[in-house]
């Protein structure tokens, strides 16, 4: 299931237009903490250009809203690394 929830997720953050993506399923690493089993770990390095001149809240509320139900079930834990273009 995890492979196709890394699928989905950059599905849903491809409204984002981002110029790079790079999502990491860190599931194994969780294995016996009491959420990983309704719900994958992962980790995530996006850049685009959606993020600039916003702060690190405003950056996940748009990774967050463009996730959507994915933060509700599929994905139990989400590290982010935002960043815009310039600050690559």
Same mark, same amino acid.
């Given at each position: 299931m995890s492979s196709e929830t890394v699928e /989905?997720?950059?599905q849903r953050l491809a409204a984002l237009n981002p110029a790079s993506i790079a999502i990491e399923d860190e599931s194994h690493?969780?294995?016996g903490h009491a959420g990983a089993r309704d719900g994958g770990h992962y980790k /995530?390095?996006?850049v685009a250009t959606a993020f600039?001149?916003?702060?690190t809240v405003a950056r996940h509320?748009?990774?967050y809203d463009a996730a959507g139900e994915l933060m509700r079930g599929r994905i139990h834990a989400l590290s982010i690394r935002a960043l815009s273009p310039e600050e690559v």
């Open positions: /989905l997720l950059r690493r969780h294995a /995530l390095d996006i600039a001149g916003k702060n509320r748009l990774i």
